[in-house]
T-cell receptor, first 112, second 114 residues
Framework: DQQVKQNSPSLSVQEGRISILNCDYT??????FLWYKKYPAEGPTFLIS?????DKNEDGRFTVFLNKSAKHLSLHIVPSQPGDSAVYFC???????????FGGGTRVLVKP | DAGVIQSPRHEVTEMGQEVTLRCKPI?????LFWYRQTMMRGLELLIY????????DSGMPEDRFSAKMPNASFSTLKIQPSEPRDSAVYFC????????????FGEGSWLTVV
């Protein structure tokens, strides 16, 4: 039972354009959402997060949008840079405790 | 500041052998997690500790897997006996519960069982 899903396994985008990564969840108890970025042979690194009381959080080139009614969140990267090429994981947790449930990841390739 | 430190980074072992993976969490963090990454199942939580106490081990695949946290600065994940299907990247992560739900990962231990 996959509670967090990233339906696009890969995404290719031109440098300077927008990258949009999508994530869907099924558990309505989730109220905190995070995006992690992972380079090959490294551990995932925290990128940006959003709590369920917000619908948008922005940090530089990265913006996360949350649509609670649709149980959907997205990550926008604008403008995309070659160094953004990595695998991006969406994760979710419930209020009690901080165990994270991860999606399957989306591999992003930014072409120069 | 030192991040989460894992050892070994790479291990190749024969089926049936015991494997021990080690983790030192970030100093001051009170939660520790063991995750496994495979192509088929992605990143899955095996077990997590809070204040050195196992809270949820429902992700531990079988009795062959065991994890301990004898103190706040050290944890082990043991597989005995190992099988080829255990081949994966094992990540340790830690967090400070009071500061929110962000967890910080180590670089992973790449295990190959032949």
């Amino acid at each position: 039972d996959q509670q967090v899903k990233q339906n696009s396994p890969s995404l290719s985008v031109q440098e300077g354009r927008i990258s949009i990564l999508n994530c869907d969840y099924t558990n309505s108890m989730f109220d905190y959402f995070l995006w992690y970025k992972k380079y090959p042979a490294e551990g995932p690194t925290f990128l940006i997060s959003i709590s369920s009381i917000k619908d948008k959080n922005e940090d530089g080139r990265f913006t996360v949008f949350l649509n609670k009614s649709a149980k959907h969140l997205s990550l926008h990267i604008v403008p995309s840079q070659p160094g953004d090429s990595a695998v991006y994981f969406c994760a979710a947790s419930k209020a009690a405790g901080n165990k994270l449930t991860f999606g399957g990841g989306t591999r992003v390739l930014v072409k120069p | 500041d030192a991040g989460v430190i894992q050892s070994p980074r790479h291990e190749v072992t024969e089926m049936g052998q015991e494997v021990t993976l080690r983790c030192k969490p970030i100093s001051g963090h009170n939660s520790l997690f063991w995750y496994r990454q495979t192509m088929m199942r992605g990143l899955e939580l095996l077990i997590y500790f809070n204040n050195n106490v196992p809270i949820d081990d429902s992700g531990m695949p079988e009795d062959r897997f065991s994890a301990k946290m004898p103190n706040a600065s050290f944890s082990t994940l043991k597989i005995q006996p190992s099988e080829p299907r255990d081949s994966a990247v094992y990540f340790c992560a830690s967090s400070l519960t009071e500061s929110g739900n962000t967890i910080y990962f180590g670089e992973g231990s790449w295990l190959t069982v032949v």
